[in-house]
């Protein structure tokens, strides 16, 4: 079971399929735009659902880690890569409908936005903040910065999601629930790091098992 289960993470057809997954929500707008039912507000509904894509695919590539040591399936990192740059993918098309529709290329204009509306400012960050992690997201990279370095530059993905959330939130004007659910994933995600962290730490120094192995390979 283990060994079929291992099998199947190692595969390239798991990757190609999880890939047309992460892809399958820019099918849907397509789809929903061929019905010609992007509701009354398009440019909204895109924005929106973009927005919701980029902080579920950056929460999905925080899980990565607690997954694989949870389940015990180191594999599981093969797809951290690919989930994160779905993130700095969907960010992209959420500040293009931004950037376009809403605000017609005009970048003096955004930059008041940016610079006078905080949760463009917070959002702005976010996005800010995933571009070297996009760029330094592969195997050259990470031989260049050395893992220590490159791990550490990579932790830039929790200020990001965190940036995305407290963009959530104040952008909210009533409901809060969805925001707050996505800050209690996050919490949680960086709540079992720290653990994990400290737990890790404290055998070491007992002599219990080595220093934490740093783990950036995909392979
Ligand atoms: C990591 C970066 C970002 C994340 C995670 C993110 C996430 C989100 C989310 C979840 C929403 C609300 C979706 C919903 O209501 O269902 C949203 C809305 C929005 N975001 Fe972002 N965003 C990011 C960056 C940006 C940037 C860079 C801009 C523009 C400079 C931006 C502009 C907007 C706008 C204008 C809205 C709609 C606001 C409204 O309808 O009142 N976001 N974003």
């Known amino acids: 079971m283990r060994d079929s289960l291992r099998q199947l993470l190692l595969s390239r057809w798991t990757k190609l399929v999880l890939f047309l997954l992460c892809l399958s929500p820019v099918g849907y707008v397509f789809w929903r735009a061929h019905q010609s039912n992007l509701t009354a507000n398009p440019v909204e509904f895109v924005q ?57 290329f005009d970048f003096a204009g955004m930059w008041k936005d940016v610079s006078k509306r905080p949760f463009i400012t917070v959002g702005f960050l976010g996005f800010i903040l995933l571009i070297p992690l996009a760029l330094t997201s592969t195997k050259g990279w990470i031989r260049r910065l050395g893992g220590k370095r490159w791990q550490a530059l990579h932790r830039l993905i929790y ?13 909210v004007k009533a409901d809060l629930r969805s925001p707050l ?9 960086l709540g079992y790091r720290i653990v994990a962290s400290i737990t890790s730490r404290t055998r070491a120094a007992a002599g219990v098992i080595p220093a934490t192995k740093i783990e950036v390979s995909e392979s």
């Open 48 to 104: 929106h659902f973009t927005g919701d894509w980029t902080l579920r695919f950056l929460l999905i590539t925080l899980s990565v880690t607690p997954l694989r040591k949870l389940l015990n399936l180191p594999d599981l990192i093969r797809f951290r890569r690919m989930c994160g740059l779905f993130a700095f993918f969907y960010v992209c098309l959420h500040l293009l409908t931004y950037l376009w529709p809403d605000q017609n």
């Open 181 to 189: 659910r996505y800050a209690f994933v996050l919490l949680v995600l």
């Open 159 to 171: 200020l990001s999601a965190a940036a995305g959330v407290i963009h959530y939130i104040w952008l």
